[in-house]
Nanobody, 127 residues
Framework: EAQLVESGGGLVQAGGSLTLSCVASGFTFDDYAIGWFRQVAGKEREGVSCLSAIDRDTDYADAVKGRFTISSDSAKNTVYLQMNSLKPEDTAVYYC????????????????????WGRGTLVTVTA
C-alpha cells in the first residue's frame, strides 16, 4: 500500500526555519514526482513546490521562492522542504503528494490529480 507520511511541522516565530519531511513507502520512489501543497482552512489548496520524476527539476510557488528549498534522499525515500524566513502567511497544513505523471519540471505541476497524498503536518508561524 502506497503511503506518504509528513513530519516536521510545528510552531515557529516569524523569521524562523523549519524542515518538513515526507517519507514514501509502497511505491517506487524514484518513478514519482513529489510535491508539497499547503492549505488554510476555508481556502483553496496551494501548490508550494515540486520535484519532478525524471529530471528531478524543482519548481516553487512565487510566494516561497528564495525562502523554501525542496530536496530528496532516494536512499531514505524521503523528500524534504526546508523553509526559511518564515512568515505568518506561511501558516497552513502542509501536505506532500506523489504523482507519476509529472515527468519533467513545469510550472503547472500542481494542476495534476496527484496519485497519493499524505495526511499533512501543521505549520504555525507567529508574528
Amino acid at each position: 500500500e502506497a503511503q506518504l507520511v509528513e513530519s516536521g511541522g510545528g510552531l515557529v516565530q516569524a523569521g524562523g526555519s523549519l524542515t518538513l519531511s515526507c517519507v514514501a513507502s509502497g511505491f517506487t520512489f524514484d518513478d514519482y514526482a513529489i510535491g508539497w501543497f499547503r492549505q488554510v482552512a476555508g481556502k483553496e489548496r496551494e501548490g508550494v513546490s515540486c520535484l519532478s520524476a525524471i529530471d528531478r527539476d524543482t519548481d516553487y510557488a512565487d510566494a516561497v521562492k528564495g525562502r523554501f528549498t525542496i530536496s530528496s534522499d532516494s536512499a531514505k525515500n524521503t523528500v524534504y522542504l526546508q523553509m526559511n524566513s518564515l512568515k505568518p502567511e506561511d501558516t497552513a497544513v502542509y501536505y506532500c503528494a506523489a504523482d507519476r505523471k509529472i515527468l519533467y519540471g513545469n510550472s503547472n505541476w500542481f494542476r495534476n490529480a496527484m496519485d497519493y497524498w499524505g495526511r499533512g503536518t501543521l505549520v504555525t508561524v507567529t508574528a
